[in-house]
C-alpha cells in the first residue's frame, strides 16, 4: 500500500510520488478476541512504540494493530523527511488540510480492518497525527465515503484520539446535513478524545474545539477528557481512562 508525498516535476508542477506504509506490529488478544482497534501513533514515531505500550493494557480481548507511516517530507520540517500519515503545514486552525493524504491513510486502515473477521467489532484510535486520522476516518464512516468520493468500506464501532484534533472541521457541518443515514452513524458512533492542558504542541484548545464541532454535528456518543499539567505526550491515567472506557 502506498502512500503519497510531494514532489516537483520539470516545470514546477506539484505531483504525489508514491511512499511506502513502514512495518505492521500486531498485538494479539491474550482472551477470546472480540475487537480489533488500529492505533495510529503521531509524527516521527512508528508502530513498535505504542504496540509495546498497548500489550501491557488489562484488554485481553482486543487485538491491536499498529502500522508505521511512510517516511515523506514534511512541510512543517522545512521538507526534511519523518514518518507521518499525512503532510503538515502549520498547526493552526486555518492551516489546509491535506485531503490526498488523509484518504490515503484512512485507505490503508480500512484496509487492516477489512481483513478481520465478519463478527469482530472494529475501531481505529492513535496519538497525535495518529488521532487525527482516526477522526478523519470517523467522519468517512459517517459520511459513507473518503474525501476524493470513493466509498468507506468497513463499519466503525469505536474511535479513540489522544492529544489530537479534527481535520476538516469546517467543512463537517455541509457533509452532515441531509444526509440521514450519516447522522445515525454519526449518533451512535462512540468516540473518546483525551487531551491534555499543557500540550505545547497540538494546544489543548485543538482539542475542545474538535470535540465541540462533533458533538455539535451530531456525534452524541462523545466523551472528552482534560487532563491539568499534561503535555504531549500519555500518562498511566490517561490509559486507564481508555481501558475503561
Known sequence: ???????????????RRPLEFGRTYVVRPKGSHQATIVWLHGLGDNGSSWSQLLETL????????????????ISIFGGFPSTAWFDVGDLSEDAPDDIEG???TAAHVAN?????????????????????????????FTHGKYGNGNTYPVNLSMVVGLSGWLPC??????????????????????????????????????????????SSNGFKDMTFKSYNGLGHYTIPEEMEEVCAW
Open 102 to 104: 488523509l484518504d490515503t
Open 169 to 214: 472541521s469546517k467543512t463537517l457541518q455541509s457533509k452532515m446535513e441531509g444526509y440521514d443515514a450519516a447522522a445515525r452513524r454519526a449518533a451512535s458512533l462512540p468516540i473518546l478524545l483525551c487531551h491534555g492542558k499543557g500540550d505545547d504542541v497540538v494546544p489543548y484548545k485543538f482539542g475542545e474545539k474538535s470535540s465541540r464541532a462533533l
Open 58 to 73: 488489562p484488554l485481553p480481548n482486543i487485538k491491536w494493530i499498529c502500522p508505521t507511516a511512510p517516511t515523506q517530507p
Open 112 to 140: 487492516l480492518l477489512s481483513a478481520e473477521p465478519a463478527d469482530i467489532k472494529l475501531g481505529v484510535g492513535g496519538f497525535s497525527m495518529g488521532a487525527a486520522t482516526s477522526l478523519y476516518s470517523a467522519t468517512c
Open 1 to 15: 500500500m502506498s502512500f503519497t508525498g510531494p514532489s516537483v516535476f520539470p516545470g514546477g508542477r506539484n505531483v
